[in-house]
């Protein structure tokens, strides 16, 4: 009962993906003729050969149908699904083995972390659209995509069970994306416009190899922070420090930044202060969310004091922000939220 539990967890959402979204493609009318010819003529259906006709019958060349099939609508939602099935269905083999498992505990954990990893996909699809029709710039939706996804996805974790493995299956969702981002970063072929369009979304260049550098370290900051940290006041504190703090710094120094500090020619008092505001607000919403602190001066002034000192950890750069900045947040929070 429990192997056909995870093989059909595995197999489920590609199946049905693949099965709803091919009659919504353009070529599914031509498609579906033919189906339709071979089952009544006796003869083997092969819908790569449909697919390849129907294309062709576009005025298509064999090498730009091939990629059209290959970057079709189906098959990214197989490709997509299958960065968050894989590690699930992994987990929840582990998790089914266990004769102590809690089913409703698990179905609850295993509808989230799919919720989570569609709300994600969401979100920075809206994002990237939003850049594509110049209604963003790149520098805006790259940051905007720094500072939400984090404490969304942390905002999120209320409603997972309290079971003990809750938190190996939304560590599932970081680890889907770090997986992403990876391939983002190593793929060199042009025709892979997924990921050439993550790694444009994440990297301040385009170049697909600086997706490896923050956008890697953040997602794994993120994965850190879930499998270890599980709702803890240093995982909260971390991200929040890290995402909404250093990438509101970047949006208000780019536009109100211009006195800068003295020692540095890239940082500005603005971006400082929206750093400390932005962390502040994010930590304490999260914290007060979570049940992890009381909203009290008390917790308020020392939210707002980590704020400060994270702020300074960014502005005088000991290295990348990505990892200095939450190791700074979390060891803080260690200390005044002691448990």
């Not at 709803?20 to 089952?39: D, G, K, M, Y």
């Not at 730009?64 to 197989?78: E, G, H, T």
């Not at 750069?317 to 947040?329: F, H, K, R, S, Y």
């Amino acid at each position: 009962m429990k192997i056909f539990i995870f093989v059909f967890v595995l197999a489920l959402v590609p199946n049905l993906a693949d099965s709803f979204l091919h009659r919504t493609l353009p070529w599914a009318p031509l498609v579906q003729q033919e189906r339709l010819h071979h089952i009544r003529g006796g003869a083997s259906f092969d819908p790569y050969t449909s697919r390849h006709v129907a294309l062709s019958a576009k005025g298509k060349s064999a090498t730009d149908v091939d990629a059209d099939i290959d970057d079709s609508l189906p098959v990214r939602v197989v490709k997509k699904s299958l960065f968050i099935v894989a590690p699930v269905g992994v987990v929840s083999l582990f998790l089914l083995s266990n004769p102590s498992i809690s089913y409703p505990a698990y179905l609850q954990d295993l509808s989230l972390t799919v919720s989570c990893a569609v709300l994600a996909t969401i979100w920075l699809k809206i994002i990237t659209k939003l850049a594509s029709s110049s209604l963003l710039s790149s520098s805006d939706a790259r940051k905007i995509i720094h500072t939400g996804s984090g404490p969304l996805f942390l905002a999120l974790w209320p409603f997972f069970s309290d079971s003990q493995y809750a938190q190996l299956l939304a560590a599932c969702v970081p680890l889907a994306n770090l997986a992403k981002v990876y391939l983002a970063g190593t793929s060199s072929s042009k025709s892979d416009s997924e990921s050439q369009s993550l790694a444009a979304a994440v990297s301040r260049s385009g170049q697909a190899s600086e997706a490896l550098g923050g956008p890697f370290i953040y997602t794994l900051v993120l994965l850190v922070c879930t499998g270890v940290f599980w709702r803890s006041a240093p995982a909260v504190i971390a991200v929040s420090q890290m995402a909404a703090g250093d990438g509101v710094a970047d949006l208000a120094g780019r536009r109100w930044g211009a006195a800068k500090w003295p020692f540095s020619e890239s940082k500005s008092y603005a971006g400082s202060l929206a750093f400390v505001l932005a962390a502040w607000a994010t930590s304490s919403g999260l914290m007060w969310w979570m049940g992890l602190a009381e909203a009290t001066p008390e917790s308020a002034l020392a939210l707002l004091g980590i704020s400060v000192v994270c702020s300074a950890v960014e502005l005088i750069e000991l290295g990348d922000d990505n990892w200095t900045v939450p190791i700074a947040g979390a060891a803080m929070a260690s200390f005044l939220f002691a448990s």
